[in-house]
């Protein structure tokens, strides 16, 4: 099989905490000012909803772009318990191909998110990373990979997967984890070398780059560590990209906030599925914008995610707003 677009890495599942609505009460708070959710020591705090959704950078990419038609697939690690083999199936209900993840028995991955007053916060676990990139056929092949989060001890299955992709010539786009952030670009430089696209978001951009840099120097700065096109997320500010020659900015589409969990991973997998078509980056700024407001309403991160009639939809509805250069 050669899949359109193979992502590799795990997905999870992950349950989503809603907590009482009201901007006070006695059981939570929040601080804009400070960007925190706070709950006291000892408290029982009343849940308003909880419900479970197959979340991961992973998952989220593949469900995305086979959501808008194209021919979407995994390979990794996942563990072998109840709990990923239900996010296993449930991917292959949205037509992902799970063929090549290797389920390991024991290990299992799971995030806790935590909603209040439209702001979230992540417990996320992720078990160790086996080194393990294989194909379960000699016959597959694709034409785009995305790489991103994956667990601790995870820089020998990138080691091997940018290998086959200069092996292969594959089209790749990185989006690092935060532990891939943390672990600094230098140590996984050929990741940055080898990417024909990396999405980060403005703070991830900053941490990477050791400067909160204005927008275009962080656009250049992330340049300089060797992918063809940087774009980089800013949340309600926008999203902008450079090719090394021209900066564009692309505003947000108006829609409601329910949850945000799923929005940068919304934004690149619209934007991969316009781009992977041949569409200019303006275009894509625009898919991606459009695909992020849309799971903006929804709880989880792809629950809002478009299919190619709901895209034209969205870009059409929304066609006064565009991107512009900078």
Known sequence: MEFDMLSLGPA??????GLPEEEINEACSIDR??????LG????????SMQFEVGGNTGNNAVGLSRLGYKAGMLGTMGGEWIDLRALEVLKKEGVSVENVTTVPGKFGFGVVIGYQGERTILSYY???ECLFKFKSSDDAAKWTYLTTAGGDFECFYEDAVKWVKEKSVRMAFNPGS????????????????????????????AL???????????????KLGPKLVVITDGPEGAYAYDGQKYWYMPTVPAPVVERTGAGDAFGSGFLGAFMKGHAIPEALKWGACNSASVLGYIGPQAGLLTAEKMTEWLERNKEIIAREI
């Open 127 to 129: 078990p160790e990373s």
């Open 33 to 38: 000012q400070r960007c925190v959710i706070e």
């Open 179 to 206: 532990r891939q952030i943390k672990y600094g670009a230098e140590k996984i430089k050929y990741a940055y070398e080898a990417a024909e696209i990396i999405f980060v978001n403005k703070e991830e951009a900053a």
């Open 12 to 17: 999870r599942m992950d349950v989503f905490v």
């Open 209 to 223: 780059l050791h400067e909160n840099l204005d927008i275009k120097l962080l656009l250049e700065g992330m340049k």
């Open 41 to 48: 020591f000892g408290d029982k705090v009343p849940v308003k």
